[in-house]
């Protein structure tokens, strides 16, 4: 569209919200209302508070129309992300009540859809458009009231009674003050922190929440103290059950700057004078207006209309750009992981379908299959690590992502999060019906605890976990040279007899002296030959462990053996840690995790040689690794461990490159 070309907005659920997005549409510049979606047509009153509308009988049938160009989300709070991905995918611009979606994860899983479908995505915090938010902006960044120490920011109100039903409490309805008006006091507090940094907005570096929960496990009043690396703390609180007087307060060296009723511009949903009271020290009072215009959801929608006109994704500030939604939605679970706050709705029990809303689908091919000796059924020829996440719904974003990409290798241990990760995968496995298809990777034994006894006792904790009665592929997690390694072989063996171990077993973290020990020990007595490796395997030689008892598979005599047993590797750290990226360079020695693990000239010509190959290819250097990992000549299994969708995605780029003997050879050695 063009400033010149009205933008057509269709509205998802028709309830009070999307009546107030109406009034706001009918007095833009930029827009029209053309169509709404409900779930029930026949409602009675629809017509009569849509007049201008076409009606349709659900939410796809609108997200088909080619004559609607941008979405109003007003649905309830859970399925904002899910109709969010939908619009993308059939290639409309939304704009999404806040919260956008239950979580930062959620938030970047829709910001990632549509930026890959080149679409605008917004959060409708409606007050960052207001023109008072540019004026304040402007006040606290001038130094009106010198510098700035603290914020005291409140949105409450009274809803009446308790009632575990309606979507203001339900646990099913993501209920609560905190997602439904705490974002607006953390937004606004996290926006003027950055005005006094001359940013967009800033994020807090420590978060403290607290809140008092109801018989749902949802928050009637909350309270949270943000703390800023300019020295600023904030004070935010929300309620539904306790009227507050909605102010924000910015404190300062030399005065103090009051805005009532913030959200509003200091009137109502049909427009206010946006006053903002600069009070010195002194007692001095300056009061700024800017008149009241025009109906206060106008801004947002127009805001979107030249967005999409120009050309832009998202929000320019001080509207919400998607960094910005991103730092709210964080500082919003860390409120409420501190005040114990998980929804029902984000259980496995609830949350049996995608963030799509759709049923898990496999048959993706973008990551190939291929056989590993000892085991009865194909792997991905990567593994997903995954024990940065912790919680259900966090984690099976990425887990069903990698799932539908044609991924179906996932690597576990018992330690990993305390024993999150297990019950994550155990939770996700269960929930979507994947366990036969999977493979899945056990560890355990991890020091201090590597003793032989330790295998089955830890195997029961992890089975149990895990949701499951055997992994497919074990490892033993570091080794412990004070045992004789025929104990090891035994204690993993009988696990193998017992039906818990259906594929190869074997050590992480192994020398090849122990492994042969354990070979030959093994074929001594009669049992199952240990027959997979979890060692570091990468284009760069790790040079020092990256922690304690790590064994690195990349050094020339490694490489030989390996290809001589054709034992297969799981390597981690794959793609050396960052080597491969910007982050490291002969000239940049800010990480010293890097510089002691990989820095030498050697790796820094196969360095040197992987940036020269991704720009004839047109790829990252990072890509190149990872395909030189894949193309070994021995069974090589890269670990990856992406935290976000286009992690994953970036990474099975590697897929699209075919390396030669010749080049593996080459960026190996320079020969």
Not at 11 to 34: K, M, N, Q, T, Y
Not at 128 to 149: C, N, Q, Y
Not at 462 to 469: G, I, K, V, Y
Request: with cysteine; net charge negative; hydrophobic share 40%.
């Amino acid at each position: 569209m063009t400033t010149t070309t009205k933008l057509r907005w269709g509205i998802i659920g028709p309830g009070a919200i999307a009546r107030d997005f109406r009034r706001g549409v009918l007095d833009s510049e930029h827009c029209e209302l053309v169509a709404i979606a409900t779930r029930n047509p026949e409602k009675p009153g629809l017509a009569e508070q849509f007049p201008e509308c076409r009606v349709f009988n659900g939410y796809e049938a609108l997200l088909t129309d080619p004559e609607v160009d941008a979405i109003y989300i007003a649905t309830p709070h859970p399925s904002h992300a899910e109709w969010a991905i939908r619009a993308a995918e059939a290639g409309k611009h939304v704009l999404i009540e806040k919260p956008m979606a239950l979580s930062a994860f959620e938030a970047d899983a829709v910001f990632h859809t549509h930026r890959k479908a080149g679409t605008f995505a917004g959060e409708a915090f409606m007050y960052r458009l207001f023109p008072h938010t540019k004026l304040l902006w402007d006040l606290v960044h001038s130094g009106a009231i010198g510098e700035v120490r603290a914020i005291k920011s409140s949105f409450g109100f009274q809803m009446g009674s308790f009632d575990p039903a309606h979507r203001i409490f339900a646990s099913e309805m993501a209920g609560g003050g905190i997602l439904d008006v705490g974002g607006y006091t953390v937004s606004i507090a996290r926006f003027v922190a950055g005005a006094a940094s001359g940013k967009p907005f800033l994020d807090p570096v420590k978060v403290s929440g607290m809140a008092t929960l109801n018989a749902e496990g949802t928050d009637n009043w909350a309270a949270a103290l943000l703390q800023f690396d300019n020295g600023i703390i904030a004070e935010v609180s929300c309620s539904v059950l306790v009227n507050q007087d909605n102010m924000l307060r910015i404190l300062g060296s030399k005065g103090r700057i009051e805005v009532p009723d913030f959200w509003f511009a200091n009137g109502d949903r049909t427009g206010g004078d946006g006053r903002i009271d600069v009070i010195m020290n002194d007692g001095e009072t300056t009061t700024h207006t800017v008149d009241k215009q025009k109906h206060l959801y106008a801004f947002e929608a127009d805001a979107v209309a030249e967005a999409v006109a120009a050309g832009r994704q998202e929000f320019e500030s001080p509207g919400m750009s998607w960094a910005d939604s991103l730092g709210n939605a964080r500082t919003l679970d860390q409120w409420r992981a501190d005040a114990g706050i998980v929804y029902a709705v984000e259980t496995p029990k609830h949350r049996v379908n995608t963030l799509s809303g759709r049923p898990l689908a496999s048959g993706g091919t973008t990551i190939p299959k291929r056989a590993i000796p000892g085991l009865d059924k194909e792997a991905s020829a990567v593994a997903l690590g995954f024990e940065d996440f912790r919680s259900f719904a966090s984690g099976a974003i990425l887990l069903d992502a990698f799932w539908e990409q044609g991924g179906n290798l996932y690597d576990t241990a018992f330690v990993y999060g305390g024993g999150t990760t297990e019950k994550l995968f155990g939770d996700w496995h269960t929930s979507r019906g994947t366990r036969d298809e999977a493979v899945l990777i056990g560890k355990g034994a991890h020091s201090p605890l590597c003793y032989p006894d330790v295998i089955s006792k830890q195997l029961d904790v992890s089975l149990d976990r895990l949701q499951t009665d055997y992994v497919d592929i074990y490892f033993m997690h570091r080794d412990n040279l004070d045992v004789p390694v025929g104990e090891f072989v035994d204690a993993m063996d009988a696990e193998v007899k017992k039906g818990r171990i259906r594929g190869p077993y074997g050590g992480s973290n192994w020398t090849r002296e122990r492994f042969d020990e354990a070979i030959a020990y093994a074929d001594r007595t009669g049992k199952q030959r240990p027959g997979a490796l979890s060692n570091n395997y990468a284009l760069a030689e790790m040079l020092d462990p990256v922690w304690a008892g790590c064994v690195t598979a990349s050094t020339d005599e490694w490489k030989s053996w390996l290809k001589d047993r054709q034992i297969p590797n799981f390597s981690w750290s794959s793609q050396a840690r960052g080597f491969f990226t910007n982050s490291a360079g002969r000239d940049k020695t800010g990480n010293p995790e890097l510089v002691r693990c990989w820095y030498n000239e050697r790796n820094f010509a196969r360095r040197d040689r992987a940036v020269e190959l991704a720009e004839k290819l047109g790829k990252s250097p990072i890509h190149v690794a990872l395909a030189w990992a894949l193309t070994q000549e021995f069974p090589s299994i890269p670990l990856i461990g992406p935290r976000r969708l286009v992690e994953l995605e970036d990474s099975l780029k590697a897929f699209d490159i075919k390396l030669t003997p010749e080049q593996v050879t080459w960026l190996d050695s320079g020969a």
